[in-house]
């Protein structure tokens, strides 16, 4: 199965580029790019208090469950989430075919604003991550799973 | 789907226990979770109904430890064994990199038992998997109660193909990590291969 993610430093750079302008510009309190299946990918903005990969995999069977919805009522996905609390709104986007953007707003900002530079970042971030898939799928990087050994496996299990 | 990050350096992989409802998915999580150090964990988070049966599904991130300097991470996911629930069990089932099919030792459990294995190879085949070339393992639970099925029995008609299997009492943490250590063992000797 070669749908497997990799990132690599060059590619993670112009991600996190992208979201911290994302969130400057919007004004925005905090910015994650997480994969489909739940994994952070990149984030920028007030995340020491966040809890990251909670957020991610909630985010992800959010989005799983829209999408599910969606081909119920043969509608193409939606293309946007937005929840508002009392303090934090939370805007929600697929951006590709695997990538979700979460953005975490407050009255310092306003949706038509978030919305706004989220397209332009969704963009953007298209531009990147096609680029990732293309190089991951080349191949043409080390593989750190070449040098694992069976005994660096069992290892990992012998306490 | 696994996730390698060169930048961070972490190897994530995603861990699906899946069966029939009641057999013991989210009680293997919560030993799981209890038993491991703060520092290796991260919250659990449970979509459950009000009397305590999974709804969408069971979270638990875990770090297992470094291999060659990057962190392997993995993120536990449990599936609503319900029937009724199977268009959520094929959302969990999106991008899995292992499976333990945990079954339900008692007799009259038998036919779910069959119905959900059945299920999980037809949800997988439906995204293009096969059961039998993903890592996977199969967990008999309930093993302390009376009215459980003799081992030969399960293992004739849940695991014909002869994946590593382990009798469990989930409750008492009895073949839990014993489960979990040998599907993340598989996951890995797979991305091994694979690369
Ligand atoms: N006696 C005994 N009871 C168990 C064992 N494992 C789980 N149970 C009990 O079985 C009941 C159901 O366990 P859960 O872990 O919630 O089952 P589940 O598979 O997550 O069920 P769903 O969420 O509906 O799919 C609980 O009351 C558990 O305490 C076991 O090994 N022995
Ligand atoms: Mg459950």
């Known amino acids: 199965m070669s749908n497997q993610l990799v990132m690599y430093e060059e590619e993670l750079q112009q991600l996190t580029a992208i979201c911290d302008v994302l969130q400057r510009d919007s004004n925005a309190k905090a910015v994650l790019v997480i994969d489909k299946n739940g994994q952070a990918i990149a984030q920028s903005g007030e995340v020491e208090h966040l809890d990251v990969t909670s ?24 293309a946007g989430q937005f929840h508002e609390g009392e303090k934090t709104n939370v805007h929600i986007s697929i951006v590709g075919a695997r990538v979700i953007l979460l ?16 397209r332009k970042a969704a963009a953007e971030l298209t531009i990147v991550l096609e680029a990732l898939v293309k190089k991951s799928e080349a191949g043409n990087q080390p593989s750190v799973f070449a040098e694992i050994t069976d005994d660096d496996i069992d290892n990992l299990f012998n306490d | 789907m696994s ?18 409802g009641l057999c013991g998915k989210t009680t293997n999580l919560q030993y799981i979770y209890n038993k491991t150090n703060p520092e290796a964990k991260g919250k659990m988070i449970s979509l459950a109904t009000e009397t305590e049966r999974t709804l969408f599904f069971d979270f638990l991130p875990l770090s297992l430890g470094e291999i060659r300097g990057f962190r392997t991470r993995f993120h536990l996911y ?15 089932l999106k991008g899995v990199d292992g499976v333990v099919f945990v079954g339900d030792s008692q007799v009259e459990r038998m036919e779910a038992n069959i119905e959900s294995l059945d299920n999980l190879r037809t949800n997988l085949a439906e995204q293009g998997y096969d059961l039998d070339k993903l890592p996977y393992c199969v967990q008999f639970n309930k093993r ?19 994946v590593p299997q382990f009798e469990a009492v989930a409750t008492k943490g009895v073949g839990v990590f014993d489960t979990l250590k040998a599907v993340a063992k598989l996951v890995l000797t797979e991305l091994k291969r694979g690369s």
Do not use: H, M, W
């Open chain 1, 55 to 78: 957020l991610s995999s909630l985010t992800a069977g959010n989005v799983a469950a829209t999408g599910g919805i969606a081909s119920l009522l043969a509608e193409k996905e939606f």
């Open chain 1, 103 to 118: 953005v975490l707003f407050d009255e310092r900002s306003s949706l038509g604003l978030v919305r706004l530079r989220v």
């Open chain 2, 3 to 20: 996730f390698i990050n060169y930048s961070s350096r972490e190897i994530n992989c995603k861990i699906v226990y899946y069966g029939p």
């Open chain 2, 78 to 92: 449990t599936v609503p064994g319900q029937v009724f629930y199977d268009a959520s069990r094929k959302l969990i």
């Open chain 2, 144 to 162: 302390d109660l009376p009215n459980s099925a003799p081992l030969e029995e399960l293992t004739e008609v849940l695991n014909p193909t002869k």
